[in-house]
């Protein structure tokens, strides 16, 4: 079975389970420190309850690792409820100084068919208001990417950095369309990333790639080797930071399936810091690391000894840029033994010919 098939299949069938909730029950804001351009600050992140992901749900049933469609109502949000909604969640949070603001849309904030223009212009105008805020942050397939739409966002923010954020997920293209589905190639995110830099001289404009940890049918040293070579050819490619998102099991998905069956499971931390050596020794562009599902039973995981531990420093390390210090933990062992002589089974691989 082709993988668009099967993805379409889960897809339809996920969305057949999803409780409809109003547009407001699914907003949702936070904030955390962060490290921004000028180095350590705030980040207040935003989520708006936009119709959905179109490529979620087009027929090829989108990634194979991701439920974020979950987070939308699926219908279409008026452009003053979806401002109404972003300033209520921007009143919860002291905006101080060194502040970065991150909108996520469940899909791609510069698509006007899920974000409506007249909302995205006056959520920009808000945010160019507000003097503490020194980064906006978005994110967009590329397909979405232009010069036109981007020169509109940053003559809406001015003197403020706008950050556009593109899931390559991989710098392999067999990956991308065999073990995520992503729907576009290597080609396409150069082309964004091309028009992004063309801006440069004349914005403050930024981009960034978002790296997935440890695919489906995947082992666990292919998964460190990929990760490494996709910063390396981030950094290539000419975007200005890289944020790696190590698998956590999303529910609704392709990637869930095959846990369940016991044909997957999420990467080491162990991993996850190997990564982190070799790309804090090879990339000279800041690199962040997610701890999102650190040390559950659907995320990274190493053991309960020092789960805890590594994310800690891990997030420290973010801050700072620096390597984390490992300590001794005899889970170590065990790690090493799944990158040597981890396969994929045989019976994993027929599950989507």
């Not at 921004?36 to 690792?65: D, Q, R, W």
């Amino acid at each position: 079975m082709e993988i668009q098939d099967l993805m379409s299949d889960i897809r339809k069938n996920a969305l057949q389970r999803m409780d409809k909730k109003l547009p407001v029950e699914l907003s949702a804001s936070w904030s955390s420190e962060d490290l921004l351009y000028s180095g350590k600050g705030n980040a207040i992140f935003i989520i708006l309850p936009t119709p959905g992901c179109v490529h979620a749900l087009s027929e090829s049933g989108g990634c194979t690792m991701c439920s974020y469609i979950a987070d939308s109502p699926l219908e279409t949000v008026t452009s003053d409820e979806l401002v109404d909604i972003f300033k209520n969640l921007m009143s919860r949070h002291e905006i101080k100084p060194k502040t970065a603001l991150k909108i996520f849309v469940s899909g791609s904030f510069l698509n006007e068919d899920e974000l409506p223009k007249k909302a995205r212009d006056e959520i920009l105008k808000t945010l160019n208001n507000e003097e503490n805020i020194e980064e906006v942050v978005v994110e967009s397939r590329p397909e979405f990417v232009s010069e036109e739409v981007l020169q509109e966002c940053c003559n809406l923010l001015h003197d403020k950095i706008f950050e556009v954020s593109i899931g390559l997920e991989s710098s392999s293209d067999y990956i991308k369309k065999y073990k995520i589905n992503k729907g576009f190639l290597n080609e396409d995110f150069e082309r964004a990333i091309n028009t992004i830099k063309s801006l440069k001289s004349d914005y403050k404009i930024t981009s960034k790639a978002y790296l997935f940890v440890k695919p489906i049918l995947t082992s666990e040293k292919e998964a460190i080797e990929d990760a490494v070579a996709s910063a390396r050819y981030a950094e290539k490619a000419g975007v200005d930071r890289i944020s790696f998102c190590p698998a956590t099991i999303h529910k609704g998905t392709l990637m869930e399936l095959l846990w369940r069956r016991g044909s997957y499971k999420p990467p080491w931390i162990w991993s996850i810091l190997e990564i982190i050596k070799r790309v804090r020794n090879e990339v000279k562009i800041p690199v962040i690391m997610d701890t999102s599902g650190f040390g559950t039973r659907r995320g990274p995981f190493n053991c309960k000894k020092c789960n805890k531990k590594f994310k800690n420093l891990i997030i420290d390390s973010n801050l700072s840029q620096t390597i984390p210090e490992e300590f001794k933990c005899e889970c170590k062992r065990n790690w090493i033994g799944d990158v040597e002589f981890s396969e994929i089974t045989r019976s994993t691989t027929n599950l989507i010919r």
